[in-house]
């Protein structure tokens, strides 16, 4: 009887489908996080689940609303940045099947499409934030954004590109574009709090 107690006046889970806008095949992660998560918070676990090197700015969207870190040097701009630090997850996505756009790198512009999956009820058992599935490689930063990383791909699929041996030793060596690493990505998240 304490269990339920406990459960029924929980906080509820949310599962996310976060889904780079214009990749095809689809770059996408599915994690599981409560509904009362900090959007300073999901930034991190979007970091940590692509993973991206948290080297740029960014914001979250949800209609004509934008959230993250205001800066006073750009409040006359005309839209005003609510500090994300204040909001939850529910705020931007109050039920299931709603969506928010979170951008990372306003340079290379990295959108990613955040849709709420489904409402699970409150589990007290719940740690941390948890990757349950994905697909394919996250770009690497600074790689000109979805246009810049198909270029890159074309290239270091071919070793007679003119930019081949270039972008093989910036990228680092090989390349699998349909890599990801779930239990890499869990490891991540276990580093954070729910």
Not at 2 to 27: A, C, D, M, N
Not at 170 to 185: K, L, R, V, Y
Request: some cysteine; charged content about 25%.
């Amino acid at each position: 009887m304490i269990r339920l107690i406990e459960q029924s006046s929980g906080v509820p889970l949310y599962q996310l489908k976060i889904t780079l806008k214009w990749s095809k095949p689809p770059i996408w992660r599915r994690v599981l996080i409560r509904a009362d998560m900090r959007l300073d918070r999901l930034h991190q676990v979007v970091q940590l689940v692509m993973p991206w090197t948290n080297s740029h700015l960014h914001q979250f969207v949800a209609g004509r609303t934008f959230y993250g870190k205001p800066d006073p040097e750009f409040a006359h701009m005309g839209s005003e940045t609510l500090n994300e630090k204040h909001h939850t997850v529910a705020d931007l996505a109050p039920a299931a099947k709603k969506k928010f756009i979170y951008e990372y790198d306003f340079g290379d512009g990295w959108e990613h499409e955040v849709t709420v999956e489904k409402v699970l009820p409150p589990d007290a058992a719940f740690k941390h934030p948890v990757c349950l599935a994905g697909a394919n490689a996250c770009p690497p930063d600074d790689c000109g954004g979805m246009f810049g990383y198909y270029n890159l791909l074309e290239a270091l699929a071919d070793p007679k590109h003119p930019e081949h041996a270039d972008l093989k030793e910036w990228i680092g060596g090989e390349w699998d574009p349909a890599h990801f690493d779930q239990d890499e990505a869990n490891d991540y998240l276990k580093r954070l709090k729910a």
